[in-house]
């Protein structure tokens, strides 16, 4: 088992800034891709950015240049810095990762629970 777990949501106002973390646990050998999503109420969840185990980021064009992704593999956690915060982006953001098992050696994929975020105008 895999768990992930997120940190840093909350309540910020318009033009703020947060920064989220997620951290992965469990029997681990290597963790290839780590991302974020977030889900709005009444929507589908959509990818916010991803990173891989050699620094290469990801993003919906839609968010870049405010959020900026990164990750430490030694301590197996990945980072979400979102600034320029808009209402819009109010949303539950979960946390995801996918690697290898440390005993097995087969895949994993792993989802958090997510992590609350609310900009208010």
């Known amino acids: 088992q895999v768990q992930l777990v997120e940190s840093g949501g909350g309540l910020v106002q318009a033009g703020g800034s947060l920064r989220l973390s997620c951290t992965a646990s469990?029997?681990?050998?290597?963790?290839?891709?780590m991302a974020w999503y977030r889900q709005a109420p009444g929507k589908e969840r959509e990818l916010v950015a991803a990173?891989?185990?050699?620094?290469?980021?990801d993003y919906p064009n839609s968010m870049r240049g405010r959020f900026t992704c990164s990750r430490d593999n030694a301590k197996n956690t990945v980072y979400l810095q979102m600034d320029s915060l808009k209402p819009e982006d109010t949303a539950v953001y979960f946390c995801?990762?996918?690697?290898?098992?440390?005993?097995?050696?087969?895949?994993?994929?792993?989802w958090g629970q997510g992590t609350q975020v609310t900009v208010s105008s």
């Open positions: 469990g029997s681990i050998f290597s963790v290839n891709i």
């Open positions: 995801y990762a996918e690697g290898t098992y440390l005993n097995v050696r087969s895949a994993f994929t792993s």
């Open positions: 990173i891989t185990s050699d620094g290469h980021t």
